[in-house]
């Protein structure tokens, strides 16, 4: 800032300011030199900002992504696709060594139903093996239905270990419903020890798929360390009450105090601090 000079002084840089010259001076020194009587004029110190001041300075919140009305859904609950994935993955390798088991069917190990869909990791992987798993085992069960002439197996069936529905699946809920169904029936079959030489032989152990509290929700634009704000707007079938978020790579998962279902609706923002 300028200041009018009132009274001659040497200043530092040797040189003497004469009464009526303007000034540049820092604020220190301008302080110092009118409490003096050298210089007239307003003296101001800026005050010292504090630390959220200059943060608000330096940073801008972004909105990433939002959704005020969003209705949970059983596709997105990350527990049932892991359980359903696990428990498709070992039963592929479960039927196809009960199948080629040759003490198991007398009549011949059964070569034709062998399970081939590749690994599943996602939903459409796994609805493609879950599909050829239900055909797979309903032909294979079929022929232990029997009362004479089979192809793999000695004998009729103890018991029915018919699917409760051998209809593809279209959506992950109907995997696991279908997934569960098929180890259930399974496990029957190959313990029946009346159409097979040993039974019980190759039974699967891989717990049935299962719902968690957290669902994964796609949300373009969002990575990890975003900030996510959220609230309840319908408890739902589940009768939720609490729920966590966190955001990662283009996903946001929230996780509930219990199975959100269906039916649950929550609205939620997602924002982002950004140098200004």
């Not at 040189?15 to 301008?30: C, F, N, P, S, Y």
């Not at 390798?93 to 062998?114: G, I, K, S």
């Not at 360390?225 to 978020?245: K, Q, R």
Request: hydrophobic share 40%; glycine share 6%.
């Amino acid at each position: 800032m300028q200041y009018t000079v009132t009274a001659p002084f040497r200043d530092i840089d040797g040189i003497t300011k004469q009464i009526g010259w303007l000034v540049e001076l820092t604020v220190d020194r301008a302080i110092k030199l009118h409490r003096q009587g050298f210089i007239a004029g307003p003296i101001y110190r800026p005050p010292v900002p504090e630390p959220w001041q200059a943060k608000m300075d330096l940073l801008e919140t972004m909105v990433v992504a939002g959704n005020g009305n969003k209705t949970t859904s059983r596709e997105e609950n990350i527990a049932g696709l892991a359980s359903a994935v696990a428990l498709a993955n070992a039963l592929k390798v479960t039927l196809n060594a009960h199948y080629a088991d040759a003490l198991d069917h007398t009549t011949a190990p059964d070569t034709a139903n062998t399970v081939v869909s590749e690994t599943a990791n996602d939903i459409p992987t796994l609805i493609t093996l879950v599909t050829e798993l239900l055909t797979s085992y309903d032909t294979h069960d079929a022929d232990a239905e029997l009362v004479a002439n089979w192809v793999y197996h000695k004998a009729q069936e103890a018991g029915d270990h018919s699917l409760a529905s051998a209809v593809a699946p279209t959506t992950l809920q109907e995997c696991i419903t279908r997934l569960n169904d098929i180890k259930a029936k399974y496990n029957a079959h190959d313990a029946d020890n009346t159409t097979h030489g040993v039974g019980s032989a190759h039974q699967e152990a891989t717990a049935d798929a299962a719902y968690g509290a957290a669902i994964r929700v796609a949300a373009t634009g969002a990575l990890t360390g975003d900030l996510v704000t959220w609230g309840i707007l319908d408890s739902g079938t589940g009768t939720v009450i609490g729920v966590s978020a966190a955001a990662g790579k283009d996903i946001v998962d929230f996780t509930f105090d219990a199975d959100p279902q269906n039916d649950a609706i929550i609205t939620y923002l997602i924002t982002r601090k950004v140098n200004v």
